[in-house]
């Protein structure tokens, strides 16, 4: 069983940043592929970005805005977000999966509870 928390959400101007933590639990985090999703009021989830040992995946929504990093020693994902846009506003999930190819078709084992990130124009 792994354990996935998420922190860091807020309210931010459109155009402004953002950094979202995520911590998980065992001692083998550095095999971990981890991904972060978002769900938007009246939409389903969708994969923002993946990272694993072999590289990172990212959704074409947000491709050069936002950065999927990790700090391994530290059990941490984090998700820089940059020039964020309204439409950016969504509850944001921290997930383990299997692999990249698999969470960005939405799948992963374990999942946070999720963080707000509301964006205002």
């Known amino acids: 069983q792994v354990q996935v928390a998420e922190s860091g959400g807020g309210l931010v101007r459109a155009g402004g940043s953002l950094r979202l933590s995520c911590a998980a639990s065992g001692r083998t985090f550095s095999t971990y592929t981890m991904g972060w999703f978002r769900q938007a009021p009246g939409k389903e989830r969708e994969f923002v970005a993946a990272?694993?040992?072999?590289?990172?995946t990212y959704a074409d929504s947000v491709k050069g805005r936002f950065s999927i990093s990790r700090d391994i020693g530290k059990n941490l994902v984090y998700l820089q977000m940059n020039t964020l846009k309204p439409e950016d506003t969504a509850v944001y999930y921290c997930a383990k999966g299997d692999d990249r190819r698999a969470m960005a078709t939405g799948r992963a084992d374990y999942w946070g509870q999720g963080t707000q990130v509301t964006v205002s124009s």
């Open positions: 990272i694993s040992w072999s590289g990172v």
